[in-house]
């Protein structure tokens, strides 16, 4: 118990945690990407996609249940880190602030924005009754305006939170050399525009074509 709270006490610690439980979230990222892009065969691809998934039964609930954790754990981290940084600020950002790209400095309000993304997206997709597909539920929810509209500015968030937060994973973990940094932080910045751009396209095709899961 004491190395726990040893580890919590610590700022590297925290980034440690903070890192590990954004690389699983990573690999939830992905895993739900390739799923979703199910969509691009098809109202049946994506219906049978998730039939097959729903068929888990209580497997399912247990993946959500480690989810959940994971995405407290990184909220708590990051809100933890942040408070941190700023009491540091004063002098420990003195020198280093001009370091700091755009992605980095906006991380904490793209985790918030990300935070109300998944707050909607299961209200509209998780915590309701299903009466029609899923494939029919998807399209009929993303083609209101306002939900596409808001679905496309926080997955660009996401975009932009991702992009740095794989290139802070490799830093965290000690991976750093001044010879291969540069192509680290464009390989997290590609990685992450792809995802998201991939992500992007299901609710910009609904509200484009109206062929799109259909």
């Not at 009929?140 to 496309?152: D, G, M, Q």
């Not at 010879?179 to 299901?202: E, W």
């Amino acid at each position: 118990m004491s190395w726990i709270l040893t580890v919590l006490s610590s700022s590297i610690g925290k980034k440690y945690i903070m890192a590990v439980s954004g690389a699983c979230l990573s690999f939830f990222l992905l895993a739900h990407l390739i799923g979703n892009s199910v969509s691009f065969w098809g109202k049946e691809a994506y219906n049978s996609y998730a039939s097959h998934l729903h068929s888990l039964g209580f497997l399912i609930y247990i993946l959500e249940i480690l989810l959940l954790l994971l995405f407290l754990v990184h909220i708590v981290m990051g809100i933890t880190l942040f408070i941190e940084n700023l009491s540091a600020r004063p002098n420990r950002y003195a020198v280093k602030e001009k370091e700091r790209n755009w992605s980095a400095s906006t991380m904490p309000y793209t985790g918030i924005l990300i935070l109300l993304f998944l707050v909607v997206h299961l209200v509209n997709f998780h915590f309701i009754t299903k009466t029609v597909s899923t494939a029919e539920l998807v399209k009929t929810t993303l083609s209101n305006p306002l939900i596409a509209s808001f679905y496309l500015l926080s997955l660009s968030g996401l975009t932009l939170h991702a992009s740095h937060g794989f290139w802070s994973l490799f830093q965290s973990l000690g991976i750093n050399h001044q010879k291969y940094n540069k192509l680290l932080q464009l390989g997290g910045l590609a990685m992450a525009v792809i995802i998201g751009t991939t992500f992007i396209l299901i609710p910009l095709l609904i509200v484009t074509t109206d062929s799109f899961l259909q």
